[in-house]
């Protein structure tokens, strides 16, 4: 799980962190995605074409229209809480590749070390966009 916090020096402004996060949470998503297909296995690219993420903005309901097109919020299940962002895939072999099996293989980890890999760069993006939105702010 990769969580983050803003902590400065002094007061903390609640809406500039609202608006920082908001930002933040798609940012995430787009970079551990890409962190994490670049690191899965592949074999046919069937998991890694299907690793992706969605934000609790990206819910959307089926629709009785036959044009309907599923979104990456059907494929992996949109998060209801607006302070989450899933990121994942919907391929039935995911969890083995990511964990092994029991018996017969060890995994070849790929979200869990996107995730290690890009928090450093995230935590200090997100930083970046509360010290903007201060800015704002204060500008105002």
């Known amino acids: 799980m990769l969580s983050a916090e803003v902590t400065r020096?002094?007061?903390?402004?609640?809406?500039?962190?609202?608006?920082?996060?908001?930002?933040?949470?798609?940012?995430?998503g787009v970079s551990v995605e890409g962190q994490a297909k670049e690191l899965a296995p592949v074999d046919t690219g069937r998991l890694r074409g299907s690793i992706t993420w969605a934000t609790a903005k990206d819910r959307s309901?089926?629709?009785?229209?036959?044009?309907?097109?599923?979104?990456r919020a059907?494929?992996?299940?949109a998060?209801?809480?607006?302070?989450?962002?899933v990121i994942g895939t919907n391929v039935e072999y995911a969890e083995y590749m990511e964990y092994g099996t029991r018996f017969f293989r060890g995994g070849k980890p790929f979200l869990r070390p996107a995730i290690d890999i890009m928090r450093k760069r995230l935590s200090e993006y997100l930083a970046k966009l509360y010290d903007q939105e201060v800015m704002k702010t204060a500008v105002k």
């Open 61 to 71: 309901y089926p629709s009785a229209e036959k044009d309907y097109t599923p979104n």
């Open 79 to 85: 998060p209801k809480d607006e302070h989450v962002t």
């Open 9 to 28: 020096n002094g007061s903390i402004d609640p809406q500039a962190v609202e608006r920082a996060v908001k930002k933040w949470l798609p940012a995430a």
């Open 74 to 77: 059907d494929m992996i299940g």
